[in-house]
């Protein structure tokens, strides 16, 4: 079993609609939990993190923990183009700070 | 600057051959991390550096890849003897340990990445 499991997609969405993104981690010590998006040819950059159970919110990003059922989702609203780009869940362990990565999810938000 | 610096961007290299990939992180990051990242695929955890320290190296796929970081601050992968399936994009990311206080999100810097390409 690998330790950060995402669906490679590609998810496609139309433009305004909701995308909804999951992730689930093998690690029940897991202690932080981090959504990367990069883009094609880029760098991955930080987009949400989340370290309680529940909901965070960040303008049109919504993350969601259940470290009950090891499961972290990313909520995107009001999707647009310029939000096509891979989604990768990232996992730390904690003790220290080795970050595990998914294979990422492809988005593509249709015009 | 004030990102993650990583040279080359860009290296091509024959089977057997000798490389190095040099990062530099933002000033006053204590961590530093390589991952390696093929087409279609996620970062794949190296090695993680604390100071000058690896912390955990055990990402490495054999002995035939090292990396140092002697004086805390610029971090060099190194693989000998490359093979083709070494080609991938190298990437380089750093953050704030946590230590000293400093807030830690967790959040990595990621720079632009090494692209080795092994013929």
């Known amino acids: 079993q690998k330790e950060v499991e995402q669906n490679s997609g590609p998810l496609s969405v139309p433009e305004g609609a909701i995308a909804s993104l999951n992730c689930t981690y093998s690690?029940?010590?897991?202690?932080?939990f981090f959504w990367y998006r990069q883009y094609s040819g880029k760098s991955p950059e930080l987009i949400m993190f989340i370290y309680s159970n529940g909901d965070k919110e960040d303008g049109r990003f919504t993350a969601q923990l259940n470290k009950a059922s090891q499961y972290v989702s990313l909520l995107i609203r009001d999707s647009q183009p310029s939000d096509s780009a891979t989604y990768l869940c990232a996992v730390n362990s904690g003790g220290y700070q080795k970050v595990t990565f998914g294979t990422g999810t492809k988005l593509q938000v249709i015009p | 600057g004030a990102g993650v610096s990583q040279t080359p961007s860009n290296k091509v290299t024959e089977k057997g051959k000798y490389v190095e990939l040099r990062c530099d992180p933002i000033?006053?990051?204590?961590?530093l991390y390589w991952y390696r990242q093929s087409l279609g695929q996620g970062p794949e955890f190296l090695i993680y550096?604390?100071?000058?320290?690896?912390?955990?190296d055990s990402g490495l796929p054999n002995d035939r890849f090292f990396a140092v970081r002697p004086e805390g601050s610029v971090s060099t992968l190194k693989i000998q003897r490359t093979e083709r399936g070494d080609s991938a994009v190298y990437l380089c990311?750093?953050?704030?340990?946590?230590?000293?206080?400093?807030?830690?999100?967790?959040?990595?810097?990621f720079g632009e990445g090494s692209r080795l390409t092994v013929l």
């Open positions: 690690d029940r010590g897991s202690q932080s």
């Open positions: 000033s006053g990051h204590t961590a």
């Open positions: 990311a750093s953050s704030h340990s946590g230590l000293a206080g400093v807030r830690n999100t967790g959040e990595l810097f």
């Open positions: 550096f604390q100071g000058t320290g690896a912390a955990d």
